[in-house]
């Protein structure tokens, strides 16, 4: 993915910036979105979920967007398929960076750390952030953790695999970066070096899941996104979780953006036709 400048939102090299690549993505990864003065979770504050589309132009469709994330995976609207097949992961280990956004914990690899395959398009590897609580609810209800692995194609298309997480045994993957993460809790510098990081190490333990298009889930709320959330629901602990939490410094309890109307979205559930799943 290549990175550009900041540029101060509303100017006119912001909106050529758009205008020239097409990937409103850069815009949240490289400036004002990962700054946390920016925005936050507050429910009441000037600055929360119900005035993100307020704060910049380009920010609109936090508030507009009819294809919005998270949204609850209702089992009576959700419709079972066999025919997306399985997803095609290509992982393997990368240079990667623990940024602290100021509203999350990214892990951001630095080299090709690989890419998967969605109906013949290869979207590439970029960075993997955690939710707490989780954002996409399952009948109505939230889970303990959500962890967003992000993608891109090379034409700027999005493509995120979502995890979530109950309370419950360590999480291996989280468990690797404990030492990374508790050095970040203990500093305020934004970026610590992770290492390697071979994401392969990221379980998803099952072939089924949620496939919907929907949005960025912060700031500027980027629609087009195509959404696969795996369906069984893994396990963290409870100081993993509450690291994740410390290690931004936000002295905030969440980092999760409310449920979107789903309007008239469809959402399809791929189980293979075998029972070996």
Not at 37 to 52: H, I, L, R, S, V
Not at 148 to 166: C, N, Q, R, T, W
Not at 186 to 205: L, M, Q, S
Not at 256 to 261: F, H, K, L, S, T
């Amino acid at each position: 993915m290549q990175f550009f400048t900041c540029i101060k939102p509303g100017t006119k090299h912001e909106n050529n910036l758009y205008l020239q690549v097409g990937k409103l993505f850069v815009f949240s990864i490289c400036c004002g979105a990962e700054d946390e003065a920016d925005f936050n979770y507050d429910p009441n504050g000037e600055k929360g979920p119900a005035n993100w589309g307020r704060i910049h132009p380009d920010w609109g469709a936090c508030s507009n967007g009819s294809m919005q994330s998270p949204i609850d995976l209702l089992s009576e609207r959700v419709d079972v398929v066999s025919h997306l097949g399985r997803l095609n992961r290509s992982y393997k280990p990368a240079n990667a960076t623990l940024r602290n956004r100021g509203h999350d914990m990214m892990l951001k690899w630095e080299g090709a750390a690989g890419s998967i395959e969605i109906n013949g398009t290869e979207y590439l590897l970029k960075q993997c952030h955690w939710h707490s609580p989780s954002e996409h609810t399952i009948n109505g209800k939230r889970l303990a953790l959500e962890a967003h692995m992000v993608h891109e194609s090379l034409d700027g298309k999005i493509a995120v695999v979502g995890i979530m997480y109950m309370i419950g045994r360590p999480d291996t993957f989280l468990s690797s970066l404990t030492k990374q993460l508790q050095s970040v809790a203990g500093t305020y510098e934004r970026d610590t070096v992770a290492g390697v990081v071979d994401p392969r190490n990221i379980k998803i333990g099952s072939r089924k899941y949620y496939r919907y298009i929907g949005s960025l889930t912060i700031p500027p709320c980027t629609e087009n996104v195509l959404w696969t959330i795996v369906r069984k629901v893994r396990t963290a602990t409870r100081e993993q979780v509450r690291l994740l939490r410390v290690a931004v410094h936000d002295e905030s309890d969440t980092n999760a953006r409310q449920i979107q109307p789903i309007n008239s979205r469809t959402v399809k559930l791929f189980r293979p036709e075998d029972k070996d799943d």
